[in-house]
């Protein structure tokens, strides 16, 4: 009987919207990071683990690595990059109908500057419709880079996702189980109740205010009337009145919807009646001011 338990950290990375998010929750079995069509949905690093009774990996979903524009993209960058020295493994994850391109050779630039092992993960093979154009892609990035091997999966469906993991916990050393057995995630419920409010809002809007929005947990507590229920309120931030004036929609039914959506989620999450009241309110210029990123949880370095 083998009794050797195996252990180990793994960076996920890549370029927004290639599907880090949904492989982390396929592995899990359960949602700990949100998901939407709008690039950057990820602004924090989100460590998701997977146990068994002969292994535990802990993965590190972090932001997509894109060219910042503010201070809030600074920040998301320098999430991804601060985790490729201190893992196991690497897995660099990219959107199989997507062309080897400039944002691809800024993450391979990087990943030249450590020593990690490096998996090359090519996903929405299931969206792929000419193969011969996807193998002449991979090639690019092989070129491009020296990876301990390849992988051709579909996180959304879950194809060949066990075959990466096999390998994966194969490559990883003997190691402690870091983690209880039964916990998924290191964060608390609070951030993942505010992550899901603002996936319903990416969900719900369009244009500018995807990337304009923030959320903030205000109070979280027992109803004094009804211990079966929890009582929420959490604000949401804008930058500007017309992106306030479209959260709330006309009459209020578009902030009515984010709620009712949300609420669902949360009551799922916790396991008992939830009460969500929401407000909105105008930070203007927030994803550039240090102290506002702060106070939203975007700055957790040591000054």
Same mark, same amino acid.
Request: glycine share 6%; hydrophobic share 40%.
């Given at each position: ?12 990375? =890549? ?18 990071? /949100?998901?939407?069509?709008?690039? *950057?949905?990820?602004?924090?690093? $989100? ?7 002969? &292994? ?16 809030? =993209? ?15 493994? $690497? %897995? ?15 993450? $391979? ?53 066990? %075959? ?38 990416? *969900? ?19 109803? &004094? ?6 009582? $929420?309120?959490?604000? /949401? ?17 578009? /902030? ?8 669902? &989620? ?26 506002? %990123?702060?106070? %939203? ?7």
């Amino acid at each position: 009987m083998n009794n050797v338990h195996k252990s180990g950290f793994v960076a996920l990375i =890549g370029r927004p919207n290639v599907g880090k998010s949904t492989f982390v929750n396929k592995v899990l079995g359960k949602k700990i990071s /949100i998901i939407s069509n709008k690039p *950057q949905t990820t602004r924090n690093k $989100i460590q998701g683990i997977y146990t068994t009774d002969t &292994e535990q990996i802990i993965f590190i979903d972090t932001p997509g690595i894109h060219k910042p524009h503010h201070q809030l =993209g600074e920040f998301m960058n320098k999430e991804s990059l601060s985790t490729l020295n201190d893992v196991d493994m $690497i %897995l660099l994850i990219i959107d199989g109908t997507s062309p080897f391109g400039s944002g691809d050779e800024f993450v $391979i630039k990087e990943l030249k500057n450590v020593k990690t092992p490096v998996y090359l993960v090519v996903n929405k093979i299931d969206l792929v419709k000419d193969k011969k154009k996807l193998i002449e892609n991979v090639v690019k990035f092989q070129d491009a880079y020296d990876f301990c091997e390849v992988f051709y999966i579909s996180a959304l469906n879950g194809e060949n996702v066990n %075959l990466l993991l096999e390998s994966m916990v194969e490559n990883l050393d003997e190691g402690p189980e870091y983690y209880p057995a039964d916990q998924i995630s290191d964060h608390p419920e609070s951030f993942v109740i505010s992550e899901i409010i603002r996936e319903k809002v990416l *969900q719900l809007t369009k244009e500018e205010v995807p990337h304009s929005v923030a959320v903030a947990l205000d109070s979280m507590k027992v109803n &004094e009337d009804d211990n079966n229920l929890i009582d $929420i309120h959490a604000t /949401i931030y804008v930058e500007r009145q017309s992106q306030k004036k479209i959260i709330i929609g006309h009459g209020g039914q578009m /902030i009515k919807q984010i709620g009712t959506l949300a609420r669902k &989620e949360i009551v799922m999450l916790l396991g008992q009646k939830v009460y969500l009241e929401l407000w909105v309110k105008v930070e203007d210029d927030w994803r550039n001011k240090k102290a506002q %990123l702060k106070r %939203l949880g975007y700055f957790l370095e040591k000054n």
